[in-house]
Protein backbone atom coordinates (compact mmCIF):
# COMPACT_ATOMS: atom_id res chain seq x y z
CA UNK A 1 0.00 0.00 0.00
CA UNK A 2 1.35 3.35 -0.86
CA UNK A 3 2.73 5.88 2.28
CA UNK A 4 4.02 8.91 0.60
CA UNK A 5 4.19 12.57 2.40
CA UNK A 6 2.65 15.55 0.49
CA UNK A 7 5.65 18.39 0.98
CA UNK A 8 3.87 20.88 -1.37
CA UNK A 9 0.78 20.66 -3.20
CA UNK A 10 2.79 19.04 -5.88
CA UNK A 11 5.54 17.60 -4.76
CA UNK A 12 5.23 14.57 -3.26
CA UNK A 13 7.74 12.46 -1.19
CA UNK A 14 7.75 8.65 -2.64
CA UNK A 15 11.10 7.22 -0.75
CA UNK A 16 10.82 4.19 1.75
CA UNK A 17 12.96 3.03 4.82
CA UNK A 18 14.57 -0.03 5.41
CA UNK A 19 14.51 -1.42 9.18
CA UNK A 20 15.87 -5.06 8.31
CA UNK A 21 19.59 -3.72 6.67
CA UNK A 22 22.60 -4.05 9.04
CA UNK A 23 25.62 -2.61 7.40
CA UNK A 24 24.96 0.38 5.37
CA UNK A 25 27.02 0.02 1.95
CA UNK A 26 27.77 -3.80 4.08
CA UNK A 27 30.06 -1.06 6.47
CA UNK A 28 28.59 1.22 8.48
CA UNK A 29 26.18 -0.11 11.44
CA UNK A 30 22.34 1.55 10.64
CA UNK A 31 20.68 0.45 14.08
CA UNK A 32 18.29 2.85 13.03
CA UNK A 33 17.66 1.41 9.68
CA UNK A 34 18.30 3.95 6.80
CA UNK A 35 15.54 5.63 4.45
CA UNK A 36 16.04 6.24 0.95
CA UNK A 37 14.40 9.18 -0.56
CA UNK A 38 12.87 9.96 -4.05
CA UNK A 39 10.22 13.08 -4.38
CA UNK A 40 7.56 13.13 -7.52
CA UNK A 41 6.97 16.83 -8.76
CA UNK A 42 3.61 17.01 -10.76
CA UNK A 43 3.95 19.71 -12.81
CA UNK A 44 2.89 20.21 -16.98
CA UNK A 45 5.32 17.50 -17.20
CA UNK A 46 5.72 14.66 -14.33
CA UNK A 47 9.37 14.36 -12.76
CA UNK A 48 11.13 11.71 -10.29
CA UNK A 49 13.92 12.89 -9.04
CA UNK A 50 16.06 9.25 -7.94
CA UNK A 51 15.00 6.58 -6.93
CA UNK A 52 15.80 3.94 -4.39
CA UNK A 53 17.34 0.92 -3.02
CA UNK A 54 16.47 -2.26 -4.06
CA UNK A 55 15.31 -3.03 -0.70
CA UNK A 56 12.75 -0.77 -0.98
CA UNK A 57 11.60 -1.08 -4.48
CA UNK A 58 8.09 -2.36 -3.81
CA UNK A 59 7.33 0.31 -1.50
CA UNK A 60 8.60 3.07 -4.04
CA UNK A 61 6.82 1.69 -6.68
CA UNK A 62 3.15 2.18 -4.62
CA UNK A 63 4.22 5.24 -3.71
CA UNK A 64 5.07 6.28 -7.19
CA UNK A 65 2.30 4.85 -8.90
CA UNK A 66 0.15 6.45 -6.53
CA UNK A 67 1.51 10.24 -7.01
CA UNK A 68 1.48 10.09 -10.44
CA UNK A 69 -2.70 8.98 -10.34
CA UNK A 70 -3.73 8.47 -14.08
CA UNK A 71 -0.64 10.58 -15.32
CA UNK A 72 2.09 9.08 -17.15
CA UNK A 73 5.78 9.87 -15.87
CA UNK A 74 7.88 12.27 -18.44
CA UNK A 75 11.34 12.63 -16.63
CA UNK A 76 13.80 11.11 -14.28
CA UNK A 77 16.12 13.40 -12.97
CA UNK A 78 19.25 11.66 -11.70
CA UNK A 79 21.30 13.32 -8.70
CA UNK A 80 23.12 10.53 -7.63
CA UNK A 81 23.50 6.81 -9.41
CA UNK A 82 24.87 4.35 -7.20
CA UNK A 83 22.77 1.25 -6.17
CA UNK A 84 21.50 2.83 -3.04
CA UNK A 85 19.62 5.17 -5.56
CA UNK A 86 19.52 3.54 -8.37
CA UNK A 87 18.75 -0.48 -8.07
CA UNK A 88 15.23 0.52 -8.84
CA UNK A 89 15.63 2.51 -12.06
CA UNK A 90 14.73 -0.53 -14.17
CA UNK A 91 11.46 -0.72 -12.51
CA UNK A 92 10.74 2.51 -13.50
CA UNK A 93 12.01 2.07 -16.72
CA UNK A 94 9.81 -0.88 -17.12
CA UNK A 95 6.64 1.33 -16.67
CA UNK A 96 7.05 3.94 -18.01
CA UNK A 97 9.25 2.97 -21.06
CA UNK A 98 9.03 6.90 -22.71
CA UNK A 99 10.49 8.44 -20.11
CA UNK A 100 13.62 10.68 -20.55
CA UNK A 101 16.26 10.82 -17.56
CA UNK A 102 18.53 13.78 -17.12
CA UNK A 103 21.59 13.18 -15.24
CA UNK A 104 25.36 14.27 -16.34
CA UNK A 105 27.57 12.96 -18.79
CA UNK A 106 28.57 10.20 -16.83
CA UNK A 107 25.26 8.99 -15.48
CA UNK A 108 24.23 6.94 -18.81
CA UNK A 109 27.75 4.82 -18.77
CA UNK A 110 26.64 3.95 -14.76
CA UNK A 111 22.96 3.15 -16.15
CA UNK A 112 24.53 0.51 -18.80
CA UNK A 113 27.27 -1.00 -16.22
CA UNK A 114 24.40 -1.07 -12.86
CA UNK A 115 21.21 -1.57 -14.79
CA UNK A 116 22.68 -3.23 -18.43
CA UNK A 117 20.55 -0.99 -20.38
CA UNK A 118 21.20 1.18 -23.25
CA UNK A 119 19.58 4.13 -22.60
CA UNK A 120 21.07 6.93 -25.47
CA UNK A 121 17.66 7.62 -27.29
CA UNK A 122 16.31 8.28 -23.42
CA UNK A 123 18.96 10.22 -21.79
CA UNK A 124 19.93 13.60 -21.60
CA UNK A 125 23.30 14.55 -21.05
CA UNK A 126 23.01 17.85 -18.80
CA UNK A 127 25.76 20.65 -17.62
CA UNK A 128 26.34 22.37 -14.66
CA UNK A 129 24.01 25.39 -14.22
CA UNK A 130 21.61 23.85 -17.00
CA UNK A 131 17.67 24.21 -16.32
CA UNK A 132 14.85 22.11 -17.07
CA UNK A 133 11.48 23.91 -17.46
CA UNK A 134 8.23 21.35 -16.29
CA UNK A 135 5.68 24.27 -16.70
CA UNK A 136 5.15 25.89 -13.09
CA UNK A 137 9.20 24.30 -11.91
CA UNK A 138 12.42 24.82 -13.32
CA UNK A 139 14.91 22.45 -11.99
CA UNK A 140 18.65 24.30 -11.59
CA UNK A 141 21.26 21.56 -12.31
CA UNK A 142 24.44 22.04 -10.35
CA UNK A 143 27.42 19.48 -10.78
CA UNK A 144 28.80 18.26 -7.37
CA UNK A 145 31.20 16.14 -8.49
CA UNK A 146 32.87 13.58 -6.06
CA UNK A 147 30.42 14.78 -3.44
CA UNK A 148 30.37 11.21 -2.80
CA UNK A 149 30.52 9.99 -6.96
CA UNK A 150 31.37 11.85 -9.94
CA UNK A 151 28.42 11.71 -11.76
CA UNK A 152 26.59 13.32 -8.84
CA UNK A 153 24.49 16.44 -8.74
CA UNK A 154 22.14 18.66 -7.29
CA UNK A 155 18.85 19.67 -8.33
CA UNK A 156 17.75 23.00 -7.25
CA UNK A 157 13.53 23.86 -7.87
CA UNK A 158 13.94 27.47 -8.33
CA UNK A 159 10.40 28.58 -7.59
CA UNK A 160 9.50 26.19 -4.87
CA UNK A 161 13.29 26.93 -3.02
CA UNK A 162 13.95 23.21 -2.38
CA UNK A 163 17.49 21.92 -3.27
CA UNK A 164 17.48 18.32 -4.02
CA UNK A 165 20.90 17.69 -2.55
CA UNK A 166 21.45 13.85 -3.34
CA UNK A 167 23.86 12.19 -0.44
CA UNK A 168 24.51 15.77 0.59
CA UNK A 169 22.91 16.75 3.80
CA UNK A 170 22.28 12.91 4.42
CA UNK A 171 21.97 10.79 7.69
CA UNK A 172 21.62 7.29 8.51
CA UNK A 173 18.62 6.24 10.11
CA UNK A 174 14.69 5.32 8.90
CA UNK A 175 12.36 7.77 8.43
CA UNK A 176 9.31 7.35 11.40
CA UNK A 177 6.11 9.59 9.54
CA UNK A 178 8.07 12.83 10.77
CA UNK A 179 9.47 13.85 7.20
CA UNK A 180 10.84 17.29 8.68
CA UNK A 181 14.22 17.38 10.64
CA UNK A 182 12.03 20.02 12.89
CA UNK A 183 9.66 17.54 13.65
CA UNK A 184 12.42 15.19 15.00
CA UNK A 185 15.26 15.13 17.37
CA UNK A 186 17.50 15.68 13.97
CA UNK A 187 19.49 18.00 16.10
CA UNK A 188 19.49 16.70 19.30
CA UNK A 189 19.49 13.23 19.98
CA UNK A 190 20.18 12.74 15.78
CA UNK A 191 22.90 14.73 15.31
CA UNK A 192 25.53 12.37 16.32
CA UNK A 193 24.18 10.18 13.53
CA UNK A 194 24.03 13.15 10.76
CA UNK A 195 27.63 13.75 12.10
CA UNK A 196 28.86 10.04 11.72
CA UNK A 197 27.20 10.03 8.01
CA UNK A 198 28.91 12.93 6.76
CA UNK A 199 32.25 11.88 8.37
CA UNK A 200 32.24 9.03 6.59
CA UNK A 201 30.32 8.75 3.58
CA UNK A 202 31.01 12.55 2.17
CA UNK A 203 34.34 13.34 4.78
CA UNK A 204 36.73 12.17 2.12
CA UNK A 205 35.89 14.89 -0.35
CA UNK A 206 36.24 18.51 1.16
CA UNK A 207 37.75 20.24 -1.06
CA UNK A 208 34.72 18.90 -3.61
CA UNK A 209 31.78 19.85 -1.21
CA UNK A 210 33.65 23.35 -1.00
CA UNK A 211 32.97 24.15 -4.72
CA UNK A 212 29.44 22.56 -4.08
CA UNK A 213 28.70 25.13 -0.76
CA UNK A 214 30.46 28.06 -3.27
CA UNK A 215 28.11 27.59 -6.05
CA UNK A 216 25.07 27.59 -3.53
CA UNK A 217 25.88 30.42 -2.02
CA UNK A 218 22.94 33.04 -2.41
CA UNK A 219 20.53 30.15 -3.34
CA UNK A 220 17.44 31.12 -2.01
CA UNK A 221 16.28 27.55 0.30
CA UNK A 222 12.96 26.77 2.06
CA UNK A 223 13.90 23.05 2.73
CA UNK A 224 17.03 20.85 1.76
CA UNK A 225 16.03 17.49 0.45
CA UNK A 226 18.43 15.02 0.72
CA UNK A 227 18.70 11.65 -0.47
CA UNK A 228 18.60 9.89 2.87
CA UNK A 229 17.23 10.78 6.41
CA UNK A 230 14.90 14.08 7.16
CA UNK A 231 14.01 16.74 4.49
CA UNK A 232 15.56 19.71 6.43
CA UNK A 233 13.60 22.40 7.73
CA UNK A 234 14.39 25.69 9.87
CA UNK A 235 17.64 26.03 10.67
CA UNK A 236 19.84 26.04 7.32
CA UNK A 237 22.21 28.28 7.88
CA UNK A 238 23.33 26.75 10.76
CA UNK A 239 23.10 23.31 8.80
CA UNK A 240 25.45 24.46 5.90
CA UNK A 241 28.03 26.10 8.58
CA UNK A 242 28.45 23.02 9.81
CA UNK A 243 29.48 21.62 6.36
CA UNK A 244 31.08 24.21 5.57
CA UNK A 245 33.64 23.47 9.00
CA UNK A 246 33.37 19.86 8.76
CA UNK A 247 34.60 20.27 4.87
CA UNK A 248 37.18 22.51 5.60
CA UNK A 249 38.46 19.79 8.46
CA UNK A 250 37.89 22.30 11.24
CA UNK A 251 36.57 20.96 14.19
CA UNK A 252 33.20 21.92 16.14
CA UNK A 253 35.61 23.13 19.27
CA UNK A 254 38.29 22.03 21.72
CA UNK A 255 36.91 18.73 23.01
CA UNK A 256 39.32 15.96 23.52
CA UNK A 257 38.86 12.63 22.90
CA UNK A 258 40.89 9.52 23.81
CA UNK A 259 41.12 6.14 21.24
CA UNK A 260 42.78 3.90 23.58
CA UNK A 261 43.80 0.00 22.08
CA UNK A 262 44.56 -2.17 24.66
CA UNK A 263 45.16 -5.72 25.01
CA UNK A 264 45.46 -6.73 28.23
CA UNK A 265 44.40 -3.21 29.91
CA UNK A 266 47.81 -1.33 30.56
CA UNK A 267 47.32 0.95 28.14
CA UNK A 268 43.58 1.48 29.21
CA UNK A 269 44.64 2.14 32.52
CA UNK A 270 47.44 4.74 30.95
CA UNK A 271 44.01 6.50 28.90
CA UNK A 272 42.40 6.35 32.01
CA UNK A 273 44.98 8.25 34.11
CA UNK A 274 45.28 11.13 31.55
CA UNK A 275 41.44 11.66 30.76
CA UNK A 276 41.52 11.98 35.10
CA UNK A 277 44.26 14.23 34.72
CA UNK A 278 42.63 16.24 32.25
CA UNK A 279 39.71 16.59 34.30
CA UNK A 280 41.55 17.28 37.37
CA UNK A 281 43.31 20.43 34.96
CA UNK A 282 39.85 21.86 33.57
CA UNK A 283 38.92 19.85 30.32
CA UNK A 284 34.88 19.02 30.11
CA UNK A 285 33.46 15.88 28.26
CA UNK A 286 36.43 14.19 27.69
CA UNK A 287 35.93 11.39 25.92
CA UNK A 288 37.63 8.15 26.30
CA UNK A 289 36.81 5.04 23.49
CA UNK A 290 38.37 1.10 23.21
CA UNK A 291 38.94 1.02 19.79
CA UNK A 292 38.09 -2.99 19.83
CA UNK A 293 34.87 -1.75 21.40
CA UNK A 294 32.96 0.97 18.82
CA UNK A 295 32.59 0.50 15.28
CA UNK A 296 35.10 2.97 13.84
CA UNK A 297 32.61 4.76 12.28
CA UNK A 298 31.36 6.35 15.13
CA UNK A 299 35.17 7.55 16.18
CA UNK A 300 35.73 8.57 12.94
CA UNK A 301 32.37 10.97 13.57
CA UNK A 302 34.08 11.78 17.01
CA UNK A 303 37.20 12.63 15.24
CA UNK A 304 35.49 15.24 13.23
CA UNK A 305 33.98 16.54 16.33
CA UNK A 306 37.08 17.39 18.33
CA UNK A 307 39.81 19.67 18.75
CA UNK A 308 42.45 17.26 20.20
CA UNK A 309 42.76 13.79 19.62
CA UNK A 310 44.88 10.96 21.79
CA UNK A 311 45.88 8.04 20.19
CA UNK A 312 47.04 5.41 22.75
CA UNK A 313 47.85 1.74 21.81
CA UNK A 314 49.64 -1.22 22.24
CA UNK A 315 52.20 -3.33 20.00
CA UNK A 316 51.43 -5.81 18.33
CA UNK A 317 53.53 -8.38 16.55
CA UNK A 318 56.00 -5.03 15.72
CA UNK A 319 53.24 -2.98 14.76
CA UNK A 320 50.05 -1.33 15.89
CA UNK A 321 47.06 -3.02 17.41
CA UNK A 322 45.46 -3.93 14.33
CA UNK A 323 42.22 -1.74 15.32
CA UNK A 324 43.99 1.25 16.17
CA UNK A 325 45.53 0.95 12.82
CA UNK A 326 42.51 0.58 10.57
CA UNK A 327 41.27 3.56 12.35
CA UNK A 328 43.63 5.78 11.62
CA UNK A 329 44.29 4.41 7.80
CA UNK A 330 40.15 5.47 8.02
CA UNK A 331 40.68 8.80 9.68
CA UNK A 332 43.88 9.23 6.81
CA UNK A 333 41.39 7.92 3.65
CA UNK A 334 39.03 10.41 5.19
CA UNK A 335 41.70 13.72 4.80
CA UNK A 336 41.51 14.17 8.53
CA UNK A 337 43.46 17.45 9.04
CA UNK A 338 43.61 20.03 11.48
CA UNK A 339 44.00 18.47 14.44
CA UNK A 340 45.93 18.87 18.11
CA UNK A 341 46.92 14.80 18.36
CA UNK A 342 49.21 13.02 21.42
CA UNK A 343 50.48 9.47 21.25
CA UNK A 344 50.67 6.64 24.82
CA UNK A 345 52.56 4.00 22.89
CA UNK A 346 52.89 0.30 25.06
CA UNK A 347 55.16 -2.26 24.56
CA UNK A 348 57.02 -5.75 26.42
CA UNK A 349 59.80 -6.00 24.74
CA UNK A 350 60.40 -3.94 21.38
CA UNK A 351 57.23 -1.05 21.99
CA UNK A 352 56.78 0.82 17.97
CA UNK A 353 53.38 1.77 18.16
CA UNK A 354 54.72 5.26 19.06
CA UNK A 355 56.67 5.24 16.29
CA UNK A 356 54.10 3.96 13.46
CA UNK A 357 51.32 6.21 15.13
CA UNK A 358 53.92 9.53 14.52
CA UNK A 359 54.74 7.88 10.99
CA UNK A 360 50.87 7.96 10.19
CA UNK A 361 49.90 11.17 12.11
CA UNK A 362 52.48 12.89 10.06
CA UNK A 363 50.78 12.04 6.99
CA UNK A 364 47.54 14.12 8.15
CA UNK A 365 47.66 17.61 6.71
CA UNK A 366 48.48 20.69 9.60
CA UNK A 367 48.78 18.07 12.20
CA UNK A 368 50.28 18.99 15.96
CA UNK A 369 51.68 15.97 17.92
CA UNK A 370 51.70 17.28 21.84
CA UNK A 371 54.48 16.24 23.43
CA UNK A 372 55.27 14.10 25.67
CA UNK A 373 54.98 10.96 23.37
CA UNK A 374 54.59 8.60 26.59
CA UNK A 375 56.03 4.72 26.23
CA UNK A 376 54.63 2.48 29.17
CA UNK A 377 56.41 -1.07 29.58
CA UNK A 378 53.35 -3.34 29.83
CA UNK A 379 51.87 -1.07 32.82
CA UNK A 380 52.13 2.33 34.03
CA UNK A 381 54.81 3.07 36.85
CA UNK A 382 55.16 6.51 38.43
CA UNK A 383 57.02 8.10 36.25
CA UNK A 384 54.49 7.54 33.41
CA UNK A 385 52.08 8.96 35.02
CA UNK A 386 53.90 11.52 35.52
CA UNK A 387 54.36 12.07 31.98
CA UNK A 388 50.58 11.56 31.44
CA UNK A 389 50.20 14.46 33.73
CA UNK A 390 52.68 16.54 31.90
CA UNK A 391 50.88 15.57 28.75
CA UNK A 392 47.51 16.53 29.99
CA UNK A 393 48.79 20.47 31.09
CA UNK A 394 50.40 20.80 27.69
CA UNK A 395 46.89 19.37 25.83
CA UNK A 396 45.37 22.25 27.78
CA UNK A 397 47.97 25.18 26.58
C1 LIG B 1 49.82 -10.92 19.91
C2 LIG B 1 50.72 -10.01 20.66
C3 LIG B 1 51.83 -9.47 20.02
C4 LIG B 1 52.68 -8.61 20.69
N1 LIG B 1 53.76 -8.07 20.03
C5 LIG B 1 54.59 -7.22 20.70
C6 LIG B 1 55.71 -6.62 20.06
O1 LIG B 1 55.95 -6.84 18.89
N2 LIG B 1 56.50 -5.78 20.76
C7 LIG B 1 56.27 -5.51 22.08
O2 LIG B 1 57.00 -4.74 22.70
N3 LIG B 1 55.20 -6.06 22.72
C8 LIG B 1 54.37 -6.89 22.07
N4 LIG B 1 53.31 -7.47 22.71
C9 LIG B 1 53.09 -7.13 24.10
C10 LIG B 1 52.09 -6.05 24.21
O3 LIG B 1 52.43 -4.90 23.48
C11 LIG B 1 52.01 -5.66 25.66
O4 LIG B 1 51.83 -6.78 26.48
C12 LIG B 1 50.89 -4.74 25.81
O5 LIG B 1 51.27 -3.60 25.18
C13 LIG B 1 50.52 -4.43 27.26
O6 LIG B 1 49.57 -3.41 27.19
P1 LIG B 1 48.01 -3.70 27.20
O7 LIG B 1 47.71 -4.24 28.57
O8 LIG B 1 47.40 -2.36 26.97
O9 LIG B 1 47.68 -4.69 26.15
C14 LIG B 1 52.44 -8.32 22.06
C15 LIG B 1 51.32 -8.86 22.69
C16 LIG B 1 50.49 -9.71 22.01
C17 LIG B 1 49.29 -10.27 22.74
FE1 LIG C 1 26.27 7.82 -2.45
FE1 LIG D 1 23.33 7.37 -0.84
Not at 67 to 84: F, Q, Y
Not at 117 to 124: L, S, T
Not at 127 to 151: C, R, S, Y
Not at 261 to 280: C, D, M
Request: aromatic letters at 10%.
Amino acid sequence: MHNTVKITDDIIYVGASDRRIALFENAYPIPQGMSYNSYVVLDDKTTLLDTVDWSCGRQFMDNLVYALGSRTLDNIVINHMEPDHCSTLGLVLDRFPNVKIYGTAKVSALIKQFCGRDVQDAFVPVKDQDTLNTGVHTFKFITAPMVHWPEVMVTLDVAAKILFSADAFGTFGALSGNLYSDETDHWTAGFAEVRRYYSNIVGKYGNNVQMLLKKLAGAELDLIAPLHGPVLRGDLDKYISYYDNWSKYIPEDDSIVIFSASIYGGTENASEILASKLAEAGAKNVKLYDVSGQHYSYLVGEAFRCGTIVFASSTQDMNLFSEMEFLMTELKAKNLSCRKVAIIENGSWAPVAGKSMRAKLEELKDITIVEPVVSLRSTPDEDAVYQLEELARNILL
